[in-house]
């Protein structure tokens, strides 16, 4: 029955059904290669699952800022455009979507911890018209003091970075401050809001030496990884992030959840949805595959050596 339904509603739509419209919120640039990348992943597993933009769907977006109040009136603007289901990029751009409908179902991906933050009940039953995928593994922020300390030996002290206004910390402090206690390690805590607290940040960091940096995940840190990567690079400070992409613009050292992946696999909620499902019913999905990316030359440039099991090391 599912097969002959999965077949027959794409079909009636080219028969002149109305076309269903889907609001997307997302948490790249409109030109980012990566973001292009995770985007045309979740628009093929669509059109594989027979919704295809300009055909029986149309796709609206809107692009990532990480100005709270911008962010607010996007979502505003994509709920007035009355869609049957939104899409949103991050834990901010599904708060701000909620603040303006608590009827239009919304999908979220890439957030990280839906319950701490208010988006559902809890992840099996998320309850209202929320539900997605999160990327909840509160054992990162420990996972990435330990990567650091690999590839930066001797490492004595290190800051974690995070937006307060946007960030998840929460999450991942505990294991942090664990892992900081085990490597002997002096934890420091660097809440920034703009270019000009991060660049202060690092320099103190750099200020004396076996200072080492970790980067939480967050749209804020994406929108100003240039910034980071920069002042990192000009004090002589290693890095580790949670997205490839910043990997592959200069920062040091990345390990996080495969976004791609969990792009693809957001397609099927909406596909459910769309058939009738209601995300109210539709559990919480958490992160199943994840990635490590080294930029060798970035390495080099803080003379350091990378181990030989990072470049080896398998995606899971």
């Not at 103190?204 to 929108?223: H, I, K, N, Q």
């Not at 595959?289 to 990072?310: C, H, I, Q, S």
Request: net charge neutral; with cysteine.
């Amino acid at each position: 029955m599912r097969g002959s339904a999965a077949w027959s509603l794409p079909a009636r739509a080219q028969q002149g059904d109305r076309v269903r419209r889907i609001g997307v919120l997302a948490a790249a640039d409109e030109n980012d290669p990566a973001g292009k990348l995770r985007y045309s992943a979740f628009t093929q597993a669509l059109a594989d699952l027979g919704w295809t933009d300009g055909r029986n769907v149309r796709m609206d977006f809107r692009w990532r800022s990480d100005d709270i109040n911008r962010i607010r009136a996007l979502a505003q603007e994509l709920v007035g455009l009355q869609p049957d289901i939104l899409v949103a990029g991050s834990t901010v751009a599904t708060a701000a979507l909620q603040r303006v409908t608590r009827t239009i179902p919304i999908v979220f991906v890439d957030v990280g911890d839906p319950v701490a933050g208010g988006l559902v009940a809890a992840l099996n039953q998320p309850g209202g018209n929320t539900t997605g995928f999160a990327i909840l593994e509160a054992s990162l922020g420990g996972k990435w003091l330990e990567l650091l300390s690999e590839i930066a030996l001797g490492l004595k002290r290190a800051a974690i970075m995070f937006n307060p206004d946007t960030a998840p910390v929460s999450i991942y402090m505990p294991s942090f401050e664990t892992a900081a206690r085990s490597l002997k390690v002096v934890p420091i805590i660097a809440p920034v809001r703009g270019d000009e607290e991060i660049e202060t940040a690092i320099i103190a960091l750099g200020r004396e030496p076996r200072g080492g940096l970790v980067v939480m995940p967050d749209v804020f840190t994406s929108v100003h990884r240039l910034p980071i990567i920069s002042a990192a690079a000009r004090n002589d400070v290693p890095a580790v992030y949670w997205l490839s992409d910043i990997a592959r613009d200069g920062g040091l050292l990345s390990y996080g959840v495969d976004q791609v992946d969990t792009w693809r696999r957001a397609a099927s909620y909406l596909d459910r949805i769309l058939r009738g499902e209601k995300p109210a019913e539709l559990p919480v999905q958490l992160p199943t595959k994840f990635e490590m990316a080294v930029n060798l030359k970035t390495a080099k440039a803080l003379g350091l050596a990378v181990p030989y099991r990072f470049c080896f090391a398998p995606t899971r």
